[in-house]
T-cell receptor, first 114, second 114 residues
Framework: DVKVTQSSRYLVKRTGEKVFLECVQD?????MFWYRQDPGLGLRLIYF???????EKGDIPEGYSVSREKKERFSLILESASTNQTSMYLC?????????????FGPGTRLTVL | GENVEQHPSTLSVQEGDSAVIKCTYS??????FPWYKQELGKRPQLIID?????GEKKDQRIAVTLNKTAKHFSLHITETQPEDSAVYFC?????????????FGQGTELSVKP
């Protein structure tokens, strides 16, 4: 069974704070992703990574950065949290393949920025 | 870039009825189309997928159809049950040129009334 875990289920932070969200997968997947989920907007890709120390911007990278120092761990960083970053954050991982592309999601972190 | 539009945003059906959710995509290079189901408070999970060389795929009560010419694909759920109540997301991907990246639709909240 693929397991994708996230460091927190709920977080409350103040405007301007630096926030770290961590994601760990235990299936040796090359690909890892960070999404934010907002009602009516679906799952929007923030950043993704195909390999260690490698990152690519998704559709909404502004205000976020990421770090992937080890294959199993992918961190999302909010350098200076703002209220419009209040959202549900989902991490996902997948195997690299030209024939199959199932993403396995973590349980999500609901972040509230006050 | 790729854009995926999903309709309707909400759908309410009586138990036993059929439900249809429709998506359109913009990038003709897309060749992989998965559907994810997210139950309340849980993580999204893959329920069915289809590749561009196939027009239809069925798995028990769920089926997906693809019209490449119209860049349109749909999820069909027959004999709906209360446990089908969830948010459903469609997605599109180019397996050969975008690695594991998925572009998701906005989601459809399906409610099955007993």
């Amino acid at each position: 069974d693929v397991k994708v875990t996230q460091s927190s289920r709920y977080l409350v932070k103040r405007t301007g704070e630096k926030v770290f969200l961590e994601c760990v997968q235990d299936m040796d997947h090359e690909n890892m992703f960070w999404y934010r989920q907002d009602p009516g907007l679906g799952l929007r890709l923030i950043y993704f990574s195909y390999d260690v120390k490698m990152k690519e911007k998704g559709d909404i990278p502004e205000g976020y950065s990421v770090s992937r120092e080890k294959k199993e761990r992918f961190s999302l960083i909010l350098e200076s949290a703002s209220t419009n970053q209040t959202s549900m954050y989902l991490c996902a991982s997948s195997l690299y393949s030209h024939s199959y592309n199932e993403q396995f999601f973590g349980p999500g972190t609901r972040l509230t920025v006050l | 870039g790729e854009n995926v539009e999903q309709h309707p945003s909400t759908l309410s059906v009586q138990e036993g009825d059929s439900a249809v959710i429709k998506c359109t995509y913009s990038d003709s290079a897309s060749n992989y189309f998965p559907w994810y189901k997210q139950e309340l408070g849980k993580r999204p999970q893959l329920i069915i997928d289809i590749r561009s060389n196939v027009g239809e795929k069925k798995d028990q009560r769920i089926a997906v159809t693809l019209n490449k010419t119209a860049k349109h694909f749909s999820l069909h759920i027959t004999e709906t049950q209360p446990e089908d109540s969830a948010v459903y997301f469609c997605a599109a991907s180019d397996l050969y040129n975008q690695g594991g990246k998925l572009i998701f639709g906005q989601g459809t909240e399906l409610s099955v009334k007993p």
